[in-house]
């Protein structure tokens, strides 16, 4: 009606425009990765890797960081946790944008659904990271983007689709109920 025209004018009237998420797919190469098993949240030695070391690993491999455990550069010595195992590719899909609720649920199926066919992946996963001064706020407690805005999760799906949740919020932030 009226109401969305002067909504459209006030928009084009002052150059604001809609703007697509970008996408960007990457393969990585021979990158070693945990061994995790879904009923073994603290991970056991020798057998599989514990949530906290997934975490760390993933945000080391999404950074960008060489897990080679050279220590020419002395920028970083993190390698990956113990065991793993080599996996000659891998894929990266990085969406940047503003991304509604419905979108993360709709990749969520969509990636449930790879285990449909045999597949060679025991596990993959879908991370979510919010802008630092996103508006998101649990409970009755206000965002804690001033100290540092940290607001993500994490589904680490696995072959037989049992799946873990990991959530990391700001030390000023309540976690989710």
Not at 29 to 35: A, I, K, N, Q
Not at 111 to 136: I, M, N, Q, R
Request: hydrophobic residues 35%; glycine residues 6%.
């Amino acid at each position: 009606g009226a109401e969305g025209s002067t909504l459209m004018s006030y928009f084009s009237k002052n150059q604001i425009q809609a703007l697509k998420p970008k996408i960007t797919f990457s393969t990585l190469r021979d990158l070693e990765c945990p061994v995790l098993q879904s009923n073994e949240l603290q991970g056991k030695p020798d057998e599989s890797c514990s949530t906290e070391e997934l975490f760390e690993w993933l945000g080391a491999v999404l950074n960008q960081v060489s897990l080679n455990n050279k220590s020419s550069s002395f920028l970083s010595t993190y390698c990956c946790p113990q065991p793993n195992t080599m996996v000659e590719k891998a894929f990266l899909c990085t969406i940047t944008g503003f991304i509604i609720p419905e979108k993360i649920i709709q990749l969520l199926e969509q990636l449930c659904c790879y285990f449909g066919e045999p597949k060679l992946a025991y596990w993959l996963t879908l991370t979510v990271h919010g802008f630092a001064d996103s508006p998101v706020s649990w409970r009755e407690s206000e965002h804690g983007f001033h100290k540092g805005g940290e607001n993500l999760y994490n589904f680490v799906i696995f072959r037989n689709l049992d799946y873990w949740l990991q959530m990391a919020v700001g030390t000023n932030d309540d976690c989710p109920p």
